[in-house]
């Protein structure tokens, strides 16, 4: 099935995908991949990111837009842009 539009955003920005029973497997499914995608083709960004999250105090919510913010920081603004990335990576390695 096709993947809703804004899904890698709703993915990064709060937990209600994986909170809710009807969607928790594809979002697990997409987040497991995002890390996969992110590690093979954005190592240094990954880390970099990774190392962040690291220093949060857990359980310490930062909102979406915190959450959105800090990965954009990273990884640049344009979702749009990465998503397709993303998603042509994952068509390869099906």
Do not use: C, H
Not at 32 to 40: D, G
Not at 58 to 87: C, H, I, S
């Amino acid at each position: 099935g096709g993947r809703p539009s804004g899904s890698l955003k709703t993915l990064l920005v709060d937990d209600q995908r994986f909170r809710n029973t009807r969607e928790a497997l594809e979002a697990y499914a997409e987040a497991w991949a995002l890390n996969y995608f992110l590690i093979r083709q954005r190592p240094k960004q990954y880390l970099e990111y990774f190392k962040r999250l690291a220093t949060k105090t857990p359980w310490v919510a930062d909102g979406p837009d915190g959450r959105l913010r800090e990965f954009q920081e990273v990884f640049g603004d344009d979702l749009q842009k990465l998503d397709q990335e993303f998603v042509r990576y994952m068509r390869k390695v099906d």
